[in-house]
């Protein structure tokens, strides 16, 4: 079951998805596991699939490096944020704010503008 929790977060995360939109909630749905130890999971196996997934979309020139510098920075100060905001909240309200964050990226996806 694992295994198959990793290939299916692999296969989302390689298209540039986020693999833990489905790794936190099949972790916690199918594994019982609470939130803030899901969430601290889907941080330690972003790091091998973001690897593989980033060589081959370098190789594949979709990377814009100029836009690096500023997103990770951003990305660096929000990842310090975020962590003592999540160490701070119960794993229910962890659940429910991951829980709204999906309907609203879905909803988005559904009606959002198409190109």
Known sequence: MLFAIGLAAG??????????TILI????????VNQHTSQSINLMTFIPMAVVALV???????????YLPPLIAGGIVG????????????????????????????????FGNKE
Do not use: D, R
Request: proline share 2%; charged share 10%.
């Open 11 to 20: 296969i989302i995360g390689g298209m540039g998805i986020g693999g833990g």
């Open 25 to 32: 909630p099949l972790l916690t749905i199918f594994q019982n």
């Open 56 to 66: 081959i979309h370098i190789k594949q020139k979709n990377v814009i490096i100029k």
């Open 79 to 110: 990842s310090i944020a975020g962590s003592y905001v999540s160490v701070a909240l119960t794993s229910a309200i962890l659940k429910k704010a991951f829980a709204v964050f999906l309907l609203i990226m879905g909803l988005y996806e559904i």
